[in-house]
Nanobody
Framework: QVQLVESGGGLVLPGGSLRLSCAASGRTFSTFAVAWFRQAPGKEREFVAGTGWSGSNTLYADSVKGRFTISRDNAKNTVYLQMNSLKPEDTAVYYC?????????????????WGQGTQVTVSS
C-alpha cells in the first residue's frame, strides 16, 4: 500500500506563493505518475497538474499554466507543486494522487492512491 501526505497549504495573499509537498511512504515511487487535483466548495474535483515517471510527461490545467510548476524528487519520494501568482479562484483543498502507471493524465480514475488534502486559501 502507498500512503500520501500533503503539506504546505495555508492562507496567502493574492499574488503570493506557496509550495505544496506530497510525501509518499510504503513504496518508492520513482516510476509512479503523480498529479495534483483541487476541489473548491460546491465544485467537482479538478485536475491541476501532473507528472509521469521521472518527469516523462507533464500536464497542466489551462487555468494554472505559467503560474504553477510540478516537480519531483524521487530520492525523497516527494512531489512538489510550486504555486506562484496565486488568485482567489485558486482557493481549494488540494489533493495529491498517484498511480503505478508511468504516465500522468487529467482523469481521477487513473489514480489509485490519494492523500487527505491540504487547504489553500487565497484572500486579502
Amino acid at each position: 500500500q502507498v500512503q500520501l501526505v500533503e503539506s504546505g497549504g495555508g492562507l496567502v495573499l493574492p499574488g503570493g506563493s506557496l509550495r505544496l509537498s506530497c510525501a509518499a511512504s510504503g513504496r518508492t515511487f520513482s516510476t509512479f505518475a503523480v498529479a495534483w487535483f483541487r476541489q473548491a466548495p460546491g465544485k467537482e474535483r479538478e485536475f491541476v497538474a501532473g507528472t509521469g515517471w521521472s518527469g516523462s510527461n507533464t500536464l497542466y490545467a489551462d487555468s494554472v499554466k505559467g503560474r504553477f510548476t510540478i516537480s519531483r524528487d524521487n530520492a525523497k519520494n516527494t512531489v512538489y507543486l510550486q504555486m506562484n501568482s496565486l488568485k482567489p479562484e485558486d482557493t481549494a483543498v488540494y489533493y495529491c494522487a498517484a498511480t503505478q502507471r508511468g504516465l500522468t493524465n487529467s482523469f481521477p480514475r487513473h489514480y489509485d492512491y490519494w492523500g487527505q488534502g491540504t487547504q489553500v486559501t487565497v484572500s486579502s
